[in-house]
């Protein structure tokens, strides 16, 4: 079985659309968790609607708002599937992805050294997002951050993990902050586990106004501890030196948004970092300019 995961807050406008898409699945053997985080809508009754007629095990889970990673944490902790699929309430799935996901795991499920697979997101008219996939073997098996540094891959992929390694490696969750980059928990399953990744859509995406793409510097300056983590983890992984520039500059630059002291900011990262200090707190100046 896999679990597809929605967190979802104020978005009874854009659920039908996603629901439609797993109604059409080629694939029966998978359930819905939706995690309504806080929504002031009509979230919440129209996924109980949903579930009252969907021809899948349909869960839905609510709780106080505290953002994305939150409700993943939550969803993944009531998943019931092998595999765990995590799907934005504004995207949705062609008929075939799970189909697709799981033909791809099932060459690779009792080898313990993968932790689940990775396909192609792509815009709403088929347009695949960031690099094309047309120069890399098809199927690679890879670890995510060699993925990323090493074959030059740019853009979001729609990853699919095994559920149990989604609850061994928890997204931080810091008091008084509603934002943990994804990537952070992604590279640190990375340091352990191999991928299998294929050249094939499994999801569309759309990147709307008031989505978390489009305020990513916002949500990462108003969440600076798990911004910080995140940078300080990447600026310590073997990597190009451009990678590691770019880690350092971007730890500063978050490192300045956060209240709790100078010397507080050089937890979990070397000295070293000392040097991109002073162009990590221009663009923390640009940054505030242009909030």
């Known amino acids: 079985m896999i679990t597809v995961v929605t967190p979802a807050f104020n978005r009874a406008h854009l659920l039908p659309r996603l629901f439609c898409s ?17 929504s002031t809508d009509d979230t919440l009754s129209l996924v109980r609607e949903f579930a009252s007629r969907a021809p899948f095990p349909l869960m839905v889970s609510t709780r106080s708002n505290g953002g994305k990673h939150r409700a993943l944490n939550q969803g993944v902790a009531l998943a019931s599937g092998e595999l765990t699929m995590i799907v934005d309430s504004d995207d949705f799935l062609p008929p075939d992805a799970l189909d697709k996901v799981w033909s791809q795991w099932l060459d690779v499920r009792t080898d313990p050294s993968f932790a689940g697979v990775v396909g192609l997101k792509a ?27 090493r ?13 149990d390694l989604l609850r061994r490696f928890p997204f931080p969750e810091f008091p008084a902050e509603k934002f943990c980059p994804e990537a952070l928990v992604w590279n640190r399953i990375a340091r352990h586990f191999r991928m299998r990744c294929f050249s094939q859509i499994t999801y569309f995406c759309q990147y709307l ?16 501890r798990a911004s910080c983590l995140y940078y300080s983890e990447l600026f310590h ?14 730890y500063w630059r978050f490192a300045f948004c956060r209240s709790d002291g100078f010397f507080h900011w050089l937890d979990g990262i070397s000295r070293s970092a000392l040097l991109y200090m002073i162009p990590g707190f221009l663009m923390h100046i640009n940054d505030k300019r242009r909030r």
């Open 22 to 38: 797993l109604c059409a699945q080629t694939f029966s053997r998978f359930e819905w968790i939706v995690v309504d985080d806080g």
């Open 123 to 149: 815009y709403p008219d088929g347009t695949v997002v960031g690099s094309s996939p047309a120069l890399l073997p098809s199927p690679l098996d890879t670890d995510l951050i060699t993925y990323r540094l």
């Open 209 to 224: 106004p008031d989505g978390l793409s489009a305020s990513i510097v916002r949500l990462r300056c108003e969440s600076p």
């Open 151 to 163: 074959y030059g891959v740019e853009g979001d992929r729609a990853e699919v993990f095994r559920t």
């Open 237 to 250: 992984t073997p990597a190009p030196f451009v990678h590691h520039v770019r880690a350092g500059i971007n």
